[in-house]
């Protein structure tokens, strides 16, 4: 079933305790459709770039399978830019700086051809964009997940509140979910959260793994323990490129199969941290993510023994 993606086609230059690079290719929009095209051929995606942005990549998205029509190239104009140093732990990061360009005005046109997309994942975007593409879309997709930050929060939160009602499922980190419900326990901000209209939710925890909620329910998978985490920019996006791509490709957007989406993504997002930006994303095989799927099982499969007394 096919997938639209919708999100930042971006340069970023990042710093980490282990080096630092120039202008490399980032962006939500970029990991989220590369990670899904593991899992569906039949991905759109509606985004903006400057016309500085090289066609290398833009090839390498439509090898994978990425349609690429609604994603519109600005001439004379630039793509958006993010910088951003991490800290030690790798956990926390600091923007360093944020060039909107392209973003400024996005108008988030969407082909009359993208009509009828069963699927939508919304990356991390103004909530006034993210929303005028669920109304722009004639037939409501079957799910809608959506992603977004601290930053939305605190400039647009009326804006955010309008756009988190009207879709399925909310991914966010541990420090988002407190920040928008104000419950530091994140059971207490599960149920805030999904007050606000998603009935699933997301919760990232970073090298802690992630949480699902949804009624009474709620599935906790870890992330794989590495050895080295590189550069954990775009985990996120490629956690949740790998989840929708996982939904997309199954058909399925029951609790159970939204459990295998997210070992799907976590294994993805194992990937993505291990060398600068995209580098690891576009080397792997679909063979080393199903390996990597078969860690995921082997790292919480056990059976209990019966005791007596
Ligand atoms: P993540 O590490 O998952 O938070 O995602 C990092 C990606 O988000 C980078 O590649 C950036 O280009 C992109 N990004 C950062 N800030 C923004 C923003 N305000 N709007 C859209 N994309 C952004």
Redesign the pocket.
């Known amino acids: 079933m096919s997938l639209l993606t919708v999100?930042?086609v971006?340069f970023?230059a990042i710093e980490t305790p282990f080096g630092k690079t120039d202008k490399i290719i980032?962006?939500?929009g970029?990991?989220i459709a590369l990670s899904s095209s593991f899992y569906t051929k039949d991905q759109k995606i509606v985004a903006v770039v400057g016309e500085d942005f090289p066609q290398e990549m833009l090839d390498t998205l439509a090898s994978k399978g990425v349609d690429l029509e609604g994603l519109q190239i600005k001439q004379g104009e630039k793509t958006?830019f993010?910088s951003g140093r991490y800290h030690n732990d790798m956990n926390s990061r600091d923007?360093l700086v944020?060039e909107l360009n392209v973003?400024e005005h996005f108008d988030p046109i969407i082909p009359a051809s993208y009509q009828g997309v069963e699927y939508l994942m919304l990356?991390?975007?103004s909530p006034q964009v993210q929303r005028s593409v669920i109304e722009r879309l004639e037939t409501r997709p079957k799910l809608i997940a959506m992603d977004t930050?601290n930053?939305w929060m605190e400039i647009a939160l009326e804006e955010l509140k309008k756009t988190m009602a009207l879709v399925d499922v909310l991914i966010i980190n541990d420090e988002e979910a407190r920040q928008l419900s104000g419950e530091y326990s994140l059971v207490k901000a599960s149920k805030v959260i999904r007050a606000m209209g998603p009935k699933y939710l997301i919760i990232k925890k970073g090298e802690h793994g992630a949480l699902l909620f949804h009624g009474e329910n709620v599935f906790f998978a870890p992330a794989l323990p590495l050895e080295e985490v590189f550069d954990?920019?775009?985990?996120?996006?490629t956690f949740a490129g790998g989840f929708m791509g996982y939904i997309a490709a199954t058909d399925d957007a029951s609790f159970d199969n939204m459990k295998r989406a997210i070992i799907a993504g976590s294994a993805l997002a194992s990937f993505c941290v291990e060398k600068f930006g995209t580098e690891r994303l576009t080397d792997i095989t679909r063979e080393e993510v199903d390996a990597r799927i078969e860690e995921f099982v082997a790292l919480t499969n056990f059976e209990m023994v019966q005791t007596v007394g």
Request: charged share 10%.
């Open positions: 999100g930042s971006a970023d980032g962006g939500a970029t990991y958006f993010w923007t944020t973003l990356g991390n975007l930050m930053f954990p920019t775009g985990a996120g996006d």
